[in-house]
């Protein structure tokens, strides 16, 4: 009898459990068919749809691959700049470092010069 009682307690629960599962699964995929019904914005104008009014929605959708490679090149235009300002940084470095050492020349120069007068 305790038996029986455990089996009809365990189906009922699997039940619950398992409309509990059915229920989440159905919000989901509502969710997710509302999130694909909705119109995309996307931060690319030539893909917004504002170009072009009659363009089928389908035109409006950027792939996955198109937005990986849009963002790559942005980030090789950003470590680009990076590079070209380092270059440029460094190239004045060595430039006020050759100055200083032309003015520090120039100076024993002129003290050189300067104590060769005074003998």
């Known amino acids: 009898m305790a038996l029986i009682v455990a089996i009809v307690l365990l189906v009922v629960r699997n039940r619950k459990l ?31 749809g504002e170009n072009d009014a009659s363009a089928p929605a389908q035109w409006n959708r950027v792939t996955d691959q198109e937005a990986v490679e849009r963002i790559d090149a942005e980030i090789r235009k950003e470590r680009k ?35 060769q007068e005074d003998s």
């Open 18 to 48: 398992g409309k509990e599962t059915d229920d989440k699964e159905k919000s989901l995929r509502a969710s997710i068919q509302s999130r694909e019904s909705e119109e995309p914005s996307y931060p690319f104008p030539e893909y917004s």
């Open 81 to 115: 700049k990076e590079r070209e300002n380092e270059k440029q940084k460094e190239q004045e470095r060595s430039r006020r470092k050759r100055e200083r050492e032309s003015r520090k020349e120039k100076e024993e120069q002129d003290e050189g010069s300067a104590s």
